[in-house]
């Protein structure tokens, strides 16, 4: 058993001892032949893998490499008033921000320590002043343990180079779009603000969000490692779309003067806030729609966030007297009085167990409808709704606007508050007739008196005259039509009744009187409800609503003053609209209709003028002659003929 | 006419080749020498001018490259500027700064407005004038209408 094996070994070791050297080498030649192809092989089999198998991996991997999608920002759209003044643009921010990595020794893969590129307290201590910020704070923020901090965001553009001018290390610059108001304050509630981000947060660039903020668009290229573009590689550019600018039908001199008159009110009247709208009365285009106190977009705080809204469309309030100009008109338009009708009008009225009064006793049993309007007649105001009745007092109302949204196309707008005739009280009619037991937004009661004016048809106001095209053309809105509310005929009625109310001897809207216009108005002083709901409050809204010239009616100018002192709307609201009236329509360029003085009348004043104030510096002079001086004459001719 | 008669062309037999006589010896010309140094330095010159065509290649796209994000970056701060621009003449015309600005330079508030109406002839009257319809074509301006803006 152990000889064969032991025979089989010497055997080989003689077969191998007996090899010639070529046979040595040919055998060697073929082992690395076989580990050569061997080699090959499985090179083969990882370019297959690699060609084949995980091709479009590598290739993805490849792409992801070389490719960069730099993100382009969309430029969000303007916001320009009837004249192409900008109200709200978009401009390059800078923002500032820091890698805290570079404040902290690190090391690399391969365990090589590397220190800090600076100091945190040193780069904090250089970027606060010029960042406006604090040191500690700026510190704090650089020693986060984060890859990305921001120092400051959306700053302007020149604090940006001052930064980048330091060079510091781990610190650098972003453009970032900001939006900007460059009228600050200027129709701030109609126009919104947007966040951070660029997202519209209120009014209208919340409103059209959509339409201005555009399309990001991208740029894709190859990038080398260094970070240089290879121009020969890939270079796809998707454009970002620019949003889409938006045209208002504001006008911004007369907003200007309307945001005046109203902070002049609340100042003057120590008023909680103060709205006024101006209506185009062709094309119920809003022209001005301020509200007091405002607050400037570029700056706000989140204190200012009741001045935020516009209160001309979110706040409702009871048109008290302004409401009778609607109520006759219903009643004229009825057929049930006329402008000269006789109205038997007692001290007093009751409905139900309620007693109406005069606020000024007229004295007298019977006033005219035109007597009524312009004293402003609660008692005959009653008497001519009783005639009318619920139902049709409701319809005409309706049909004036209100109880519903103006579709103004301003977001958050109330639509008021009037009942249906079916839920009235019995003391409803009386109260509502004039203006108390309703509630109307100031676009709501300026819209009815655009209807007015406009002869009757109704007229929608609208803030958004239309959009900028790509052809930078505007491309208006459809405009909507007016229902023929009252008849033409019972609108020039209404309007020489509502002239009375100004020009009237007993007219309590005298100091709405425009030099050079005839105009027509109401005055409205009504208490506002008690904020628990148990009746009304000691607080009134003083109003005014009216239109100029009276002849061809251009302009409609709607005033509410919120709890003022002295609290009358003769006396407070009508001031304001005659100042915001007279710069709508110089503004405007709306002749004057007829009551402006004439050529020779006026040359005439001007030289009876010139002769008082000639006549009263020569009786100065009788009276205390100059002094003469040491030489005597003055060597004036005419003195030293005076002297004589 | 008359056609041609040709007659058939007669092969010759062929008749067994005759042995050749086996070449003499001869003296074998030594094959003529290749310039290879020649082809060498062709070949060095050839592959040398791809080389620095390519790199030269590469060097000026790479300047093209940084010649185009220079252009970028001017457009990019031309754009910046333009709206910065924009807004800075929309905030010098802002009502309330002129306003502010003529009050700090001592102008007072007009006072109420007078207007007189014109009733007889003047020499001018029957003129066609050019009225200013505050069209926004008259102000340069006003980006609102313009293409470019």
Do not use: C
Not at chain 1, 214 to 219: A, V
Not at chain 2, 12 to 20: F, G, Q
């Amino acid at each position: 058993m152990t000889e064969q094996p032991r025979r089989r070994r010497f055997s080989r070791v003689a077969r191998i001892l007996s090899r010639t050297g070529d046979q040595v080498a040919v055998r060697r030649i073929r082992w690395l032949l076989g580990i050569y192809g061997l080699l090959i092989v499985v090179v083969f089999a990882q370019l297959i893998s690699i060609q084949v198998v995980d091709a479009d991996d590598y290739a993805d991997r490849s792409v992801r490499q070389r490719e960069r999608t730099i993100t382009l920002p969309a430029v969000r759209g303007r916001i320009y008033d009837r004249d192409g003044d900008v109200l709200a643009t978009s401009v390059d921010g800078a923002t500032v921000y820091a890698d805290p990595r570079a404040y902290r020794p690190t090391e690399t893969p391969d365990g090589t320590p590397v220190p800090a590129a600076a100091a945190a307290a040193d780069v904090a201590a250089a970027l606060a002043p010029i960042l406006g910020r604090d040191v500690a704070d700026l510190t704090e923020r650089l020693e986060q343990d984060a890859h990305f901090v921001y120092l400051g965001r959306q700053l302007d553009w020149s604090v940006g180079e001052e930064v980048e001018a330091l060079d510091l290390p781990g610190v650098a610059v972003l453009a970032e779009p900001k939006r900007t108001y460059p009228g600050s304050a200027l129709a701030a509630q109609v126009v919104g603000f947007t966040g951070i981000d660029g997202d519209g947060l209120q009014g209208l660039e919340a409103q059209y969000d959509g339409v201005l903020r555009g399309k990001p668009g991208t740029l894709l290229l190859e990038r080398a490692p260094g970070g240089l573009d290879i121009s020969t590689g890939i270079r796809e550019l998707r454009p970002s779309q620019v949003g889409t600018d938006l045209v208002l039908t504001l006008d911004r001199d007369v907003q200007h003067a309307a945001e005046v008159a109203a902070a002049s009110a609340v100042a003057e009247f120590d008023a909680n806030a103060a709205t006024v709208v101006v209506l185009e009365v062709a094309t119920g285009d809003v022209l001005a729609m301020a509200s007091s106190p405002g607050y400037d977009p570029n700056a706000r705080i989140q204190d200012d966030q009741d001045a935020w809204r516009n209160r001309a469309i979110t706040d409702v309030f009871e048109p008290g007297s302004t409401q009778k100009a609607l109520t006759i008109a219903a009643a004229i338009e009825e057929g049930i009085v006329t402008a000269e009708t006789d109205v038997e009008v007692p001290g007093h009225i009751r409905v139900a167990s309620s007693t109406f009064r005069e606020l000024s006793p007229t004295g007298e049993p019977t006033l005219t409808v035109g007597d009524i309007m312009e004293r402003s007649s609660n008692v005959g105001t009653i008497r001519i709704a009783q005639e009318l009745g619920d139902q049709r007092l409701d319809h005409y109302l309706r049909a004036f606007g209100y109880g519903s949204p103006t579709g103004s196309g301003f977001p958050g707008e109330a639509s008021g508050m009037l009942m249906p005739p079916e839920d009235w009280w019995p003391t409803s009619l009386p109260t509502i007739a004039i203006g108390h037991g309703v509630a109307v937004t100031l676009l709501q009661l300026a819209g009815s008196y655009a209807t007015l004016a406009n002869d009757g048809r109704s007229v929608a106001p609208r803030v958004v005259l239309g959009t900028v095209g790509d052809d930078g053309r505007l491309k208006p809105v459809a405009a909507r039509s007016g229902e023929q509310i009252v008849s033409p005929s019972t609108a020039h009625q209404v309007q020489g009744l509502l002239e009375r109310a100004v020009t009237g001897d007993r007219g309590t809207g005298s100091l709405a009187a425009v030099p050079g216009y005839m105009v027509a108005g109401k005055t409205g002083t009504a208490r506002k409800p008690a904020t628990d709901g148990s009746g009304y409050s000691d607080q009134y809204v003083a109003t005014f609503a009216g239109f100029a010239p009276v002849h061809d009616p251009q302009i409609v100018v709607a005033v509410m003053v919120d709890e003022p002192n002295p609290f009358y709307g003769g006396i407070v609201a009508a001031p304001v609209f005659s100042e915001v009236m007279e710069a709508a329509l110089i503004a405007r360029r709306v002749a004057p209709d007829g009551s402006a003085t004439t050529l020779p009348a006026a040359m005439d004043h001007a030289r009876a003028q010139a002769l008082e104030v000639a006549e009263a510096a020569q009786a100065s002079l009788d009276e205390n002659p100059p002094p003469s001086g040491p030489g005597g004459a003055s060597g004036d001719p005419e003195t030293d003929e005076q002297g004589d | 006419m008359t056609a041609t008669t040709v007659s058939p062309l007669r092969r010759d037999r062929v008749r067994p080749a005759a042995p050749k006589p086996r070449p003499d010896l001869r003296v074998v010309r030594e094959p003529r020498p290749r310039h290879t140094l020649a082809y060498a330095l062709v070949l060095i010159v050839l592959v040398g001018a791809a080389v620095f065509g390519a790199v030269s290649l590469n060097a000026l796209a790479a300047a093209a490259s940084v010649e185009a994000r220079t252009l970028d970056a001017q457009v990019r701060a031309a754009e910046r500027d333009y709206s910065m621009l924009v807004a800075e003449v929309a905030s010098l015309e802002d009502p309330g700064r002129i306003r502010t600005a003529a009050l700090d330079l001592g102008m007072v508030p007009a006072g109420p407005a007078r207007v007189v109406v014109l009733e007889r002839s003047l020499p001018a009257d029957g003129a066609v004038a050019e009225v200013f319809d505050g069209g926004l074509d008259a102000d340069p301006l006003k980006p609102l209408l313009s293409a470019e803006r």
